[in-house]
């Protein structure tokens, strides 16, 4: 019987640095506070997952550079019991890694990336023949230089894998970059026939779709399901799951939807929301995972998703599963305009 969660995709250190301010071009910020976390997809939901308390086995697949941070991740994965078998150093190529800059007043943050070894990422890295998870989840698509170029049918390479996974009898799910641009239809809108699990925030649902989620600053509730429906009819097999500052949505193949508010955090707790949304993804996968029906995993992720915000790392302040329900009861609920 299978069990456990593979991942694979972008291995990154995050440098994380909180300034006083965001400053115009020439100016000066001060950096109050400093420190080294996980990033990327794999790495923080893998890491997410174990700080949850997840008993069932956690895999990483990836390349990081032959470095003193490629060594930082590998020994960080041991630490929290993710088996890196297929966690490889790639020659010639140093470890990615993200400065995240968050403005001490307001969490909000600015990424400056080095891609390093995850460019390279390629099909023939992923083996699938020697696990027995269950689930298989890859991110950041619009990150993966080699996986999200075109490969010999022009499709992204990234569809091998996802396909492999599927013929190994894994689950998938993937999660996507909040990239300003237009290559969303090229490198995402192919992969949605082999997924079933999509992870998508209310940004990047709007690039997939074309359809608009908000109007101005507020959620636009009948924006949001039919771009659900949409990224449905365009062939998730499952479950396409939005999330946002608000909360969180889940559509199913039939079209039916389970809206979930986001929990009520007053803003002097929050430290940073980096990896916030991945956080989310976590609890959601966990709850997938475990067959739980979808609003008790939309539960967990928003929950997963608000410890994440009082720490200005990613991973560093997730709580074991019961805390994350307990901060809910706690905390109480947004409103949701639906």
């Not at 997410?48 to 994965?77: F, S």
């Not at 091998?160 to 799910?173: C, D, F, I, M």
């Not at 507020?218 to 500052?245: C, E, R, S, T, Y």
């Amino acid at each position: 019987m299978r069990t456990g969660i593979i991942s694979g995709g972008n291995w990154i250190v995050d440098n994380v640095k909180v300034i006083d301010i965001w400053p115009p071009q020439d100016a000066l910020a001060s950096i109050h506070s400093e420190k080294r976390g996980s990033g990327g997809s794999p790495y923080n939901i893998l890491r997410d997952l174990a700080k949850l308390g997840a008993k069932y086995p956690l895999e990483a697949i990836g390349l990081v550079g032959d470095d003193d941070l490629g060594r930082w991740v590998e020994a960080d994965c041991k630490a929290h019991r993710i088996d890196t078998r297929q966690l490889k150093p790639a020659k010639g190529s140093s470890t990615s890694y993200t400065d995240v800059m968050t403005v001490q007043s307001t969490g909000r943050r600015t990424f400056f990336h080095q891609r390093g070894a995850n460019a390279k990422l390629a099909p023939e890295h992923f083996d699938f023949g020697t696990t027995q998870a269950k689930m298989f989840h890859l991110g950041y698509l619009l990150l993966l230089d080699a996986l999200d170029a075109p490969g010999k049918d022009g499709k992204p390479r990234s569809c091998e894998v996802l396909a492999a996974a599927r013929t190994a009898g894994l689950s998938t799910s993937i999660d996507l970059v909040s990239e300003a641009s237009d290559r969303f239809a090229k490198v995402v809108m192919p992969t949605l026939p082999l997924i079933d699990t999509l992870l998508v925030n209310d940004f990047e649902a709007t690039r997939v779709t074309g359809i608009p989620v908000r109007k101005g600053d507020a959620l636009d509730p009948a924006g949001v399901v039919a771009a659900a429906q949409a990224m449905i009819k365009a062939g998730v097999n499952q479950w396409v799951v939005m999330h946002f500052p608000e909360g969180a949505y889940a559509c199913d193949r039939s079209g039916k939807g389970i809206w979930q508010a986001g929990l009520r955090i007053s803003n002097d707790l929050i430290k940073g929301a980096a990896g916030a949304g991945d956080a989310f993804g976590a609890g959601v996968l966990h709850g997938i995972h475990e067959q739980w029906p979808m609003d008790k995993s939309l539960l967990l992720g928003v929950s997963v998703a608000a410890t994440c915000l009082f720490d200005a790392t990613c991973s560093e302040s997730i709580r074991p599963i019961d805390d994350c329900f307990a901060l809910a009861k706690e905390s109480g609920f947004q409103k949701l305009p639906v």
